[in-house]
């Protein structure tokens, strides 16, 4: 990848920060607080339990809502009339910016929930008046209800916007469930947006790189400030870096780039008639009556197109509302110089065009305007590697079609994972390899996966070995942009393998005996039921008689199907589940257990009764610095008791720091003789600490719960090990 800055999330400048930096409330500390409706695990989710999308999507007619969504490109409408009488430019900037947020450093934004509807996004300097683009499909939405999200609504509009514009388009699948709360998310901790002086992210002179995960320059953008870094147009270099560095961690490479700008920038325009001081806040703050609109401004000069969005004033093409090549035709034809927006932004226009090459006026066809390109356009001719490919495609317009439509498709569907998850008449069928795409796997008698197992249990390998190889290859799962998993596999690649977390030297063994032993079991089918017998064994020998249920199925990714690149955002720079820590990150080593159970899917009680499991039977990382026993408090390692609960909570117990870990590492000492009892982490000590983790590391620890806790542990764990089964429901 592109990448400047080093992999590790949440690391880049400046202070220890709060796992969700800059939040709503923060923001908006006016704003109604409904989050006090949701304690309890009351949903804010109207639909219940039983509604299932994907039946709902199935049955929708969609046929019919491609047309009417193609209609609506030239209703126009008085209070926001369609440029040029056509919304499809609007729209596609619409599912562009719903897509754009996603990045690959924790797989979170993106177009799969909706986020644009709510807060920050709905009120992000870069989304403005995108309000409006959404109320425009409202009629839409509330026509096939249930039958259609909003978050597929954004995704397919924009495709048809391309297509009843002559684009090309790849496909399209459905299945972006909807919520129906602003999702939790870090934005970053900047008290300032873009359009208020936000410090731009990347300053090399300064030693900064973009912090991971961020995948914006500036606050309140979803990419690169598009008049120049920090505004200044002149920075052709840093431009361009910019642009990279921040569309590599969209999971685009220059290629990408350049097609995905070039061919969105072949729709529309950009808005900067009047100064932005002259409409109102964004929806967010905005008054009551203002029902949810923002950036308001006198419907007489809305009428006449004079509008302010970006700042940025004008039209790339002379046809704005047709597919085509005249953006590169442009672009090379001409030299630009900068100018001023009548907003007052940087941008460039062609020195003496032709009048062919004028644009249309947005409202009156008859008048004709000059043509613009940002100084991010610009770079697709000032960057050398990104002047070759804009070359190529300017002289290959075919290629410029398959490579639009290829990374429009990547960017609206990034973060659906596997393809099963897709919906609808329109997904394509050929396999592209950012899918992960794995092979259906086999089923297997029951017995088959008994013997199999009782062989397990008989090659001498360890519980804990056992146990910390399938965590290995399920926990790499991210609910987030739903990538990773155990199913595939992909653990047995060195790429992953080798991650510090899995004790490489230990896990490839592992891996070995496993293949040898399993028959025609799938080696993914082989490490879950591996590891679920285990755990099944360490409960029968701390007392318990119980199943671990496991659903084979599994298939195995061929090398082929694997992309190592696209998987290396994926390694945990700490798992407190396995007690594991590479780098100390800028928020606290528990703020990352809190950031990864989040990812995994899980709650509190689960994320508490996983750490507390896993410890006692053994399955922590060597590679943490800490050595092996670390937080495996108990002296019966291997059997499945609630003993890390018992012996954190036992009063007899005086903990302290170990000075030289720098607050990460602790030793439990008896109080009388003040002999060393135990070693542990911040990850362990905070289900002690914590007053809400206490209370339930409590539950976990009391008399007559020991069962409760192997039930909930056996339960935790079954999710962890099916968190990417999408074949199952
Ligand atoms: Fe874009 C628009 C920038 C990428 C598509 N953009 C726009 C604007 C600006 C921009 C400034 C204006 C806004 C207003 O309204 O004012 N972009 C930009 C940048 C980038 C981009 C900087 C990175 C480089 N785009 C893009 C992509 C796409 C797009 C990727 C897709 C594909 N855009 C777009 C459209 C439009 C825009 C379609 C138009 C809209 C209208 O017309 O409304």
New binding site residues.
Partial sequence: TGSISGGCPFTGNGDMRDLLGRTNRDWWPDALQLDILTIEGRSADPMGEDYDYCEAFNALDYAAIKNDIKALMTDSQEWWPA?YGHY???F??MA?HAA?TYRTGDGRGGASSGQQRFAPLNSWPDN??LDKARRLLWPIKKKYGKHISWADLFVLTGNM?IESMGGPVFGFGGGRKDVFEPEMVYWGTEEQWVDTGAETRIQPDEGKALENPLAAIQMGL?????EGPGGNPHDAEGMARD?RE??ARMAMNDEE?VA??A???A??????AKPADTFGKAPEGEALHTMGFGWLTDPEEIGKGH???????G?WTPN?TEWGNDYFRLLFKYEYELTESPAGAKQWTPIDPEEADMAPDARDPSKKVPTIM?T??M?LKRDPEYRKISERFRDDQAALDDA?AR??FK?THRDMGPKIRYLGPDVPSEDLIWQDPIPAGTQQSESVVQAFADKVLDSGLSISSLVKAAWASASTYRNSDHRGGANGAHIRFDAIKNWAVNDPEELGPVLDKLDELRGDISLADAIVIAGSAAVEKAARDAGFDITVPVTIGRGDASEEHFDAESWEPLEPFADGFRNYLKTKAQVKTEDMLVDRANLLGLSIPEMTVLVGGLRVLGAVSKHAEHGTSIGVLTNRPGKLTNDFFTNLLDMGTLWEVVDESGDEEFVGRKRGDRSELWRATRTDLVFGSNSQLRAIAEVYAEDGNERKFVNDFVAAWTKVMDADRFDLT
């Fill in positions: 440029d499809g430019p609007f596609i900037r562009w754009g403005g008046n916007a979803i990419y690169v400030n598009p642009m921040t569309f780039t995905l700008t061919g969105g920038h729709f529309g325009k950009c808005h900067g509008i302010t969005t970006s700042g940025i004033e039209a704005p940002t991010a356009d770079a639009f990374a429009w960017l």
